[in-house]
């Protein structure tokens, strides 16, 4: 019983493609229904202008749809052009009456939702639900739409053109359904090439380890090459290693401090001079080395009556940076 049914609904040609356009929108006025009794509590009873408002609007749609027709075809075309330009005229017609039957549902639900009740919506569904059997591509309609266009004598060659084949497409389910699998193929491209990416990445840094290990005193290209997010390679300069600390490089002696006291110099000096002479493998006893100058360089200064006072420091620094007399009359 349904598979008849179903051929006669999804017929790959022009005209299943219109009918299953009108199918479509035959079932919205359920969601609109349940959402507006939704919103008025259940209530039925409405303001009586809104009742005149939505069976007003109903009634023009109505007459609007039984009345307009397509408009007729120009003279000398030729016949695949007049196929052409029939089948677009229909579509338009077809698409008119549906719009025709929406609008009275839309103004009936604002009404009932204005009014409070739900009888506004029943006189605009009562009035429109049957535009959308008149907007159904029946041989009724299209015989007189084709009536219509032939009226300064070209023929329309509408059935024609309304037998050719065309793919199997709904409203709005067909275009997110086309988007959906567009982004599904796309996302997995972009996993695919990810997954790439990071293969070749690994690959890099195990040739690098392998080259490290294999000579780790040579920088390789491997390793002077990284890989940034986007997937190019960015170039980095390896920096030398510093030398390592030499025996002969002996960090500088930490020199003492000066303004001890004399008594502390006497006695090194006097314990100094009663041991005489150091060994000769002493290392502090070395001519030369730093621990010798640094010694040397603090005898001269006790020698010479010891680091300069403040006072001394402060008077030489204020009359080298005295500020020159003024030549001015």
Do not use: C
């Not at 314990?271 to 005898?299: C, T, Y």
Request: zero cysteines; proline letters at 9%.
């Amino acid at each position: 019983m349904l598979r008849p049914v179903i051929d006669f609904v999804l017929q790959p040609t022009q005209e299943g493609e219109l009918r299953r356009r009108v199918l479509f929108w035959v079932p919205a006025p359920l969601p609109i229904l349940g959402l507006v009794y939704f919103l008025v509590g259940g209530a039925f009873s409405a303001a009586g202008w809104t009742i005149l408002l939505a069976s007003s609007v109903g009634v023009a749609a109505l007459l609007l749809a039984t009345v307009v027709q397509p408009t007729p075809l120009p003279e000398g075309l030729a016949p695949p052009v007049s196929a052409r330009r029939s089948l677009h005229r229909f579509r338009q017609f077809t698409q008119l009456r549906v719009a025709l039957a929406l609008v009275p549902m839309g103004i009936g639900a604002a009404a009932a939702i204005v009014g409070g009740g739900m009888y506004p919506l029943f006189a605009a569904l009562a009035l429109a639900w049957p535009q959308l059997l008149l907007a159904m591509p029946t041989f009724f309609t299209i015989t007189r739409a084709r009536r219509a266009m032939e009226a300064w004598g070209t023929t329309a060659y509408l059935w024609h053109a309304l037998s050719r084949p065309a793919k199997v497409t709904w409203p709005i389910a067909t275009p997110l359904a086309r988007s959906f699998r567009a982004w599904r193929t796309e996302r997995a491209r972009r996993l695919a090439l990810q997954k790439i990416q990071d293969e070749e990445q690994d690959k890099a840094w195990k040739d690098a380890v392998e080259t490290e290990r294999g000579n780790p005193t040579e920088p390789t290209k491997a390793s002077e090459e990284e890989r940034t997010e986007d997937g190019t390679l960015q170039r980095t300069r390896r920096l030398r290693a510093l030398p390592e600390e030499d025996s002969d490089n002996e960090p500088t002696a930490l020199i003492p401090h000066l303004e001890s006291r004399e008594e502390d110099t006497a006695d090194a000096s006097d314990k100094e001079s009663a041991e005489g002479d150091p060994a000769p493998g002493d290392p502090s006893s070395s001519s030369s080395g730093p621990r010798a100058s640094v010694d040397r360089a603090a005898r001269r200064i006790l020698d010479q009556g010891g680091a300069l006072g403040l006072g001394v420091r402060n008077r030489r620094r204020g009359q080298a940076n005295r500020r020159p007399p003024s030549h001015k009359p």
